[in-house]
């Protein structure tokens, strides 16, 4: 089953292949699906400082009845906070709203604050890199990474470190794979994780999904998170209905190659634009 296979990180750290997204869901609703999700074999649970759900997933961590060293929990700094103290304090708080004295993945949530897109914020994200770094050699997170980071972004964080994000979280599904990153992410040993990977819901009706997915005798829905393993990246479908979160990560079954190609060629203009996260 999907749900009991993992990725291994470069520092030998094993990630499950699918993650639960909470974006969007408000307190009640994170607490019910993260609850949910845990029932149904999910073991990772991906949340952010930004998102207002910390202590609603923390605590349906606990209320699981699944010990801790057995969910693997990933936060992410705020993208407006940039340098050394700040990033120790947002880490403190995310452990504290989330009831936990270690994380399993922190990520640098943009390496722009979003309310200025391409803002040069280099020497914030070093600082912000090191604090990561120190608190990863303190034991206190056991993966460092970034999202929505391009090469430009990673490069000075490596130059400046050597230390190398074990993790790249991008926007990522059919017809919006970002090859260039993604290249860049596979080349240097970086797991793409990918996130909206049903674009956030908008392209379930998409014809050629509808068809392959009737082909399969699964969701549309399935087909997308399928095609994100047979990419090897790992996808964090969000949802707060049961029924929907148990039946996401079922995904023991295999696309064929031709299936492949044609889902490939899916393209969305009007999905291009990210929604902000
Ligand atoms: N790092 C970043 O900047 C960033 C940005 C965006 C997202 N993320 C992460 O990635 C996660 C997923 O991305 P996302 O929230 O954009 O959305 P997504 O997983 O691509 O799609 C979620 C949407 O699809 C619906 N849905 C889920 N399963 C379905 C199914 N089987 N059939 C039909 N509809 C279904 C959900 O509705 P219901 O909830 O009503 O079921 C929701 O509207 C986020 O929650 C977050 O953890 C990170």
Redesign the pocket.
Known sequence: MVKDLDYVLYNGVKIPQVGF????SAPADAYNAVLCAIKAGYRHI???LVYENEEAVGKAIKDSGIKREDIFITT?LPADKKGYDVTIESFNESCKNLGVDYLDLY?I??PWPWSNIGQDCTEGNIESWKAMIDLYNQGKIRAIGV??FQPSNIKPLIEATNVVPMVN?I?F?LGNTQPKVTKYCNENNILVEA???????KM?NNPTLVEIAKKYNV????ICLRYCLDKNTLP??????DE?II??ILLDFKLEKDDIIKLDSIHDESLDKP?R?
């Open positions: 997204g909470t974006w969007q991906d949340t952010a992410k990520l949530h943009a999202s929505n979280q926007r599904f996130y909206s990977p049903l674009a956030t819901g379930l969701s549309p829905a399935k964090l479908p969000k949802s707060i209905h929907r039946d996401n929604l996260s």
